[in-house]
C-alpha cells in the first residue's frame, strides 16, 4: 500500500520503518525539516535497537522517504497514519491542538484530491475525540464526506519504548477503531503480515480501550511496589511473593474480576484488605493505591443507591442478594448495605434470592441470617413474578440464570425501571428505554 505517515516521533519513526520494511511505500512527514533530513539521510532521528538500521535499509531500498510537504504526501498516497504528540496541558487535560492543526493541514490537502482516502489516528485521544472533534474538523476543512469519500478509523498505538521493534512484529492485539468495514479493511490491510490477532471495534471503544491498557499498567506497577515495601516492613522479600502471586493466570493475570460490575464484598476481600492497611499504619508505610480501594467500593454502592433514588420511584424488588449466583454467603454483601440504605431512605423494598430462601430455612447461613440481619431476612420472598409485579424498580444483583428469563417480559415494560448491577444482558445494543446498566 501507499501510505503517508505524520509525525516522525518515537511511534511515527517505528511504525514508518517496519511498514516500509513489511513492503509498503511510505512517506513519512514532519514539520521538523531536521528529522525529515536525518531519515533521508537514512538515519533514525530516534534511538531505539534496530530501528537505524530499518531505517537506513528502506531508504536505500526506495520504500521510505521523509517530506514536510502535506500535500504532495496525501495526493501520493492511498492511507495515512497520524502519530503526533498529544501532551498533557499543565492543569492535566489533554493537549489536543497538535492533532487539530494536523488533521486541518490534512483535510485542506484532501480537498484537492479527487480519490477515496483512509485518514487513521494513532495518537493516544480520550474516548469521543475523534466523534466529537475530528470528524467536524475534517469534514469542514476538506469539504469532503467522512464515511463515503474519506474515512477515518482508530488504531490505538502499543509500543513500549526500548523493545518497540520487537513488539511491531509481536503485538498481543491489533484494535482498529472504524466507522465503515471498508475504512477497517484498509488499515487491516496494513498488518497482513503480522500473525497476531486483530480485533474490530466502534472507535470510542478504541480510544477508551488505550486508556484502559495505560491506567491499568499504571495501576499494576503502583501495586506491586506497595506491596513489595508493606512486604519490606515486614522483612520479607517481596519478590518470591509477587513471582508466586504472577504464577496464578487463573485468578490473579488473569480477566477474572476484570468485568465492570458491581461493588465488591464477601467474607475476605473487605476483611482482608482491612488487615493488611491497619497492619501496615502500624508500620508507618503509606499504601494510598490499597487504601483507596475500600473508598472506591463504598462510593460505587453508594452510586447505585443515587441511581436508585434519582427514579423518585418508591418500591424496590432485588434479585439476588449474595454477591454471586449460587451462593448464599451474605457476609459483609455490598448488596445488603445498598438494601440498608434503601430502607433508611424510606423506600419500600422486596428480595428474591433462592439461595438464600433456601438457607434461611436448612442452610449453613441459617443463622447468620437470623442474627445478623434479621431486617433483611423479613423483605424476602419467595415468589419472584409477585417481588417484581409488585416494583417500580427492579435491581438485578447476581446472575442467577432464572432472572434472564423472567425478566423478559419486563423488558419493554416502561412502568418498571431495570437496573441491572451484573450485565445479565451481554448484547445492550438494542436494550429498551427502561433498562440501565451500572457502569456501561
Ligand atoms: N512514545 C510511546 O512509547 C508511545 C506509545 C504508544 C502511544 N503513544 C502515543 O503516540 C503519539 C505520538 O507519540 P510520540 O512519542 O511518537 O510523539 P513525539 O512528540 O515524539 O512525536 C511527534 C512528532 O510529530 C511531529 N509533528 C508535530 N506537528 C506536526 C504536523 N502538523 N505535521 C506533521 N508532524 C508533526 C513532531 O515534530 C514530532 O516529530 C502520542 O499520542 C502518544 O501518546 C506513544
Known amino acids: 500500500m501507499k501510505v503517508s505517515l505524520f509525525g516522525l516521533g518515537y511511534v511515527g519513526c517505528v511504525t514508518a520503518g517496519c511498514l516500509a520494511k513489511a513492503g509498503h511505500q511510505v512517506w513519512g512527514v514532519d514539520v521538523n525539516r531536521n528529522k525529515v533530513d536525518i531519515i533521508n539521510s537514512g538515519r533514525s532521528p530516534i534511538i531505539e535497537e534496530e530501528i537505524d538500521q530499518i531505517i537506513g535499509d528502506e531508504v536505500r531500498g526506495g520504500r521510505l522517504s521523509a517530506t514536510t510537504d502535506h500535500l504532495s504526501a496525501i495526493l501520493n498516497t492511498d492511507i495515512s497514519l497520524i502519530c503526533v504528540g498529544t501532551p498533557s496541558n499543565s492543569n492535566g487535560s489533554l493537549n489536543l491542538e497538535i492533532v487539530m492543526a494536523v488533521c486541518r493541514q490534512i483535510g485542506e490537502a484532501l480537498r484537492q484530491k479527487e480519490t477515496y482516502h483512509c485518514l487513521v489516528l494513532r495518537s493516544t485521544v480520550l474516548p469521543g475525540t475523534i466523534r466529537d472533534h475530528v470528524v467536524s474538523l475534517l469534514t469542514k476543512s476538506s469539504g469532503k464526506r467522512v464515511d463515503i469519500d474519506f474515512d477515518l478509523c482508530f488504531n490505538p498505538e502499543f509500543l513500549r519504548e526500548g523493545s518497540s521493534v520487537h513488539d511491531f512484529y509481536h503485538p498481543p492485539l491489533t484494535i482498529i477503531g472504524q466507522r465503515t468495514a471498508k475504512g477497517g479493511d484498509r488499515v487491516a490491510e496494513l498488518y497482513q503480515h503480522l500473525d497476531a490477532p486483530l480485533e474490530r471495534t466502534s472507535i470510542e471503544v478504541a480510544e477508551a480501550v488505550k486508556y ?110 449474595s454477591f454471586k449466583a449460587g451462593t448464599d454467603d451474605l457476609r459483609e454483601s455490598p448488596m445488603v448495605t445498598l438494601v440498608e440504605a434503601l430502607i433508611g431512605k424510606g423506600c419500600w423494598v422486596k428480595i428474591y434470592d433462592s439461595n438464600v430462601s433456601l438457607a434461611k430455612i436448612f442452610g449453613a447461613n441459617k443463622e447468620y441470617i437470623e442474627k445478623e440481619i434479621p431486617h433483611i431476612s423479613s423483605l424476602m420472598s419467595s415468589d419472584i413474578e409477585k417481588v417484581i409485579q409488585e416494583a417500580e424498580v427492579i435491581v438485578i444483583g447476581n446472575r442467577s440464570p432464572e432472572f434472564k428469563e423472567v425478566l423478559k417480559p419486563y423488558m419493554e415494560d416502561s412502568r418498571r425501571i431495570i437496573l441491572d448491577l451484573v450485565r445479565i444482558i451481554p448484547n445492550i445494543s438494542g436494550t429498551p428505554e427502561n433498562y440501565h446498566g451500572i457502569c456501561w
Open 212 to 321: 484502559a491498557c495505560n491506567s491499568f499498567h499504571a495501576l499494576k506497577v503502583a501495586f506491586a511496589n506497595e506491596m513489595g515495601v508493606f512486604c519490606k516492613g515486614l522483612g520479607i522479600d517481596s519478590h518470591p511473593v509477587m513471582e508466586l502471586f504472577a504464577r496464578d493466570t487463573k485468578l490473579n493475570i488473569s480477566t477474572t474480576y476484570l468485568k465492570p460490575g458491581f461493588a465488591f464484598g464477601g467474607s475476605c476481600l473487605p476483611k482482608d484488605l482491612r488487615a493488611l492497611l491497619y497492619r501496615a499504619k502500624e508500620m508507618d508505610v503509606g499504601l494510598p493505591v490499597l487504601n483507596a480501594l475500600l473508598e472506591s467500593n463504598r462510593l460505587h454502592v453508594q452510586r447505585v443507591v443515587d441511581m436508585i433514588l434519582d427514579t423518585r420511584k418508591k418500591k424496590i424488588c432485588i434479585l439476588g442478594l
